[in-house]
C-alpha cells in the first residue's frame, strides 16, 4: 500500500530499505509503516461543517495565505476527537483545495491542560477515497504555531483524484512518553475549493533551452485559493546527455565504494515570480509539495513550482533564475592532524580555497550514528565560486542499520585505509571579498578510533549554480461578473 510521508519538526526517522541521507541539522521525510487502524471505543468519526466564522485557528498561523481562504469562508469546523490514557487528541479545524490540506489539531491532559503538539508521535496519516483507497502521492509535514497550543497538520499535493469527498485518517500512537491509541476519521469535501480554482494553459512558445543543455517547457499554471503553481517539462539534449554520460566517467573509480551513475536527474531549477514593480511573490516550495513524475530514464520528467496566489490588480512575471547541477569537481587536502595545534591547513588552488580547522573526537551529528561512541570529527572551511553543496549523502542499511555507502567524500590515512563518512552538518556562510561562496563543514566517521599520522580529505562531486534569466508573463484567470 502507498503511503505518505510525514515529519514532525525537530524529529526524524529513517525511509525503509536504503535511504539517502543529508548530513546536516536537516529535518528529513519518512516513510509512515502500514499500521492497521486500532478500533477502540473512542475513536471518532465526525462531519465538519462549511461555514465562514470570524474566529478561526488559523488566526494564529503566520500563512497569509491560509487566513485569506478563511476570510472568504473554505474553513471547516471539525472539532473531532478521541481519549486514551487520560490524554485527548481532537482535529478542530480543516481548510482543504487541491494543493494542500491543512488540519489544526490540540492535545490536553485529563486536568484539560494543553500539551505541547510536538509530543505527539504519528502512527498514521493519509488521505483515502470513502470507499478506504489511499489516494496516492500525498505528502505531509508538521509545523508547530501559536502559542504552543496548536498543531498545523498539513497534507501537501493532495494526489490526483477525481474524487471531491475524502477522508482524512490521522493516529497517534504515543504523547510524550505514553502509548495508546489516538485514531481519527475527518471528512474533506474539496467541491466548493475546487470550484473556486481554475487551471490556464501556457502559451507553447514559451520553452527555453539553458546553456547545458535542459530544455524547459511551461505547461500550464494552476490557481487555487491558497496558492498558486506552475507545471513544467524538462529534459535534455542530446549533446547534453552525452555530456552527462562523460561526466559520469569521469568520477568513475575515484568515489570510495559508490557505483558511479550517469546523474540525469541531478538538478534543480530556482524561480521566483514578480510583479510589474520587481516585487517578489512569496515562495511556497516549503508549504507545498512540489513533486517530480519522471518521464523517462534519462531526466525528462514533469515538475512544479508553487507560490502565493497573485492580485488581479497586476501583472506578474515567472523568472527562472538559476540552475543548479550536480557534476565533477575536485577538491583535495592533505595533513597531519598534529599540525592543527599551530595554525589551521590550508589549500589555495585553481581559485579555490579549503582549509582544515581541526580534528576532535564529538558527539554524533546525526541521527543514524551509533550515540555511545565518540565521532571523529574534522572541521573545515572552503572558498568556492558557483558551488553551493558539496555532495554528502549517505546510504545506511535499515537491517543492520549499518553505513554502507558515502558520496563525494573519501577520508583516508597514510596507510590507504579509507573511513566512512558517517554524518556531519553542512553550512552555508556566506560570500567573500573575491564574490566566492564562504562554506563550513564538519565531517564525521565513527569508524576512526584513533588520529591517524596523516590523513587526505577527497571530494569528488558538487552542486554546481548557473545563474540565468528567462522570463515568461504570467496568464491571470478572468474575474467571473
Known amino acids: 500500500m502507498d503511503q505518505p510521508t510525514f515529519v514532525m519538526p525537530d524529529q526524524a526517522v529513517a525511509y525503509k530499505r536504503k535511504r539517502s541521507r543529508l548530513l546536516g541539522s536537516l529535518v528529513f521525510p519518512v516513510s509512515i509503516s502500514c499500521v492497521l487502524l486500532l478500533t477502540i471505543s473512542v475513536s471518532s468519526y465526525v462531519s465538519p461543517t462549511f461555514v465562514a466564522y470570524v474566529k478561526s485557528l488559523f488566526d494564529g498561523s503566520s500563512d497569509k495565505e491560509l487566513q485569506y481562504a478563511v476570510q472568504e469562508g473554505f474553513s471547516q469546523k471539525v472539532n473531532a ?20 490540506i491543512v488540519a489544526v489539531y490540540s492535545i490536553k491532559d485529563q486536568q484539560n491542560n494543553f500539551i505541547h503538539p510536538d509530543k505527539l508521535h504519528i502512527s498514521k496519516v493519509e488521505v483515502t477515497d470513502l470507499k478506504g483507497n489511499v489516494i496516492k502521492e500525498t505528502t505531509t509535514y508538521g509545523v508547530n504555531k501559536r502559542e504552543e497550543n496548536y498543531g498545523y497538520l498539513t497534507l501537501k499535493n493532495p494526489g490526483e483524484t477525481e474524487e471531491q469527498k475524502l477522508l482524512l485518517q490521522f493516529e497517534g500512537n504515543q504523547i510524550d512518553s505514553v502509548k495508546g491509541n489516538w485514531p481519527l476519521k475527518v471528512p474533506i469535501d474539496l467541491e466548493k475549493s475546487i470550484t473556486a480554482s481554475k487551471m490556464l494553459p501556457m502559451n507553447k512558445t514559451y520553452t527555453y533551452t539553458t546553456p547545458q543543455g535542459l ?16 507545471e513544467y517539462e524538462t529534459k535534455w539534449t542530446e549533446e547534453a546527455k552525452k555530456r552527462l554520460v562523460q561526466e559520469s566517467k569521469q568520477v568513475k573509480g575515484r568515489i570510495a565504494s559508490a557505483a558511479p551513475y550517469v546523474r540525469y536527474d541531478d538538478y534543480k531549477l530556482n524561480f521566483h515570480v514578480e510583479n510589474e514593480k520587481g516585487e517578489k511573490v512569496k515562495d511556497l516550495t516549503w508549504e507545498l509539495d512540489t513533486p517530480r513524475k519522471a518521464v523517462d530514464e534519462y531526466g525528462h520528467s514533469i515538475r512544479k513550482y508553487g507560490f502565493a496566489p497573485l492580485s488581479p490588480d497586476h501583472q506578474y512575471t515567472l523568472v527562472l533564475d538559476s540552475l543548479v547541477k550536480t557534476e565533477p569537481y575536485k ?23 579549503i582549509e582544515i580547522k581541526s580534528v576532535t573526537f564529538d558527539k554524533p551529528q546525526n541521527e543514524a550514528s551509533p550515540k555511545d561512541e565518540k565521532h571523529a570529527t574534522i572541521t573545515l572551511e572552503a572558498y568556492l565560486k558557483d558551488i553551493v553543496q558539496i555532495t554528502d549523502r549517505i546510504l545506511v542499511d535499515d537491517d543492520t542499520d549499518k553505513i554502507i555507502n558515502h558520496f ?3 577520508i583516508k590515512d597514510e596507510k590507504g585505509k579509507i573511513y ?55 496568464p491571470m484567470p478572468k474575474e467571473d461578473k
Not at 576512526?448 to 545563474?467: H, I, N, R, V
Open 81 to 100: 476527537s478521541v481519549t486514551d490514557q487520560g490524554y485527548t487528541l481532537e482535529i478542530k479545524e480543516i481548510l482543504a483545495d487541491p494543493m494542500r
Open 215 to 230: 530544455q524547459i517547457n511551461l505547461n500550464s499554471v494552476m490557481y487555487s485559493l491558497t496558492a498558486a503553481r506552475v
Open 331 to 353: 577538491l583535495d587536502i592533505s595533513f597531519e592532524p598534529k599540525q592543527l595545534a599551530d595554525k589551521p591547513v590550508r589549500v589555495d588552488k585553481d581559485g579555490k580555497t
Open 408 to 410: 563525494g567524500w573519501t
Open 420 to 474: 566512512n563518512v558517517t554524518g556531519g552538518d553542512f553550512k552555508m556562510i556566506g560570500k567573500d571579498e573575491q564574490g566566492r561562496n564562504h562554506i563550513r563543514m564538519k565531517l564525521q566517521s565513527y569508524e576512526m578510533k584513533e588520529l591517524p599520522q596523516k590523513l587526505s580529505l577527497t571530494s569528488e562531486l558538487a552542486e554546481k549554480s548557473y545563474d540565468l534569466d528567462w522570463r515568461v508573463p504570467l
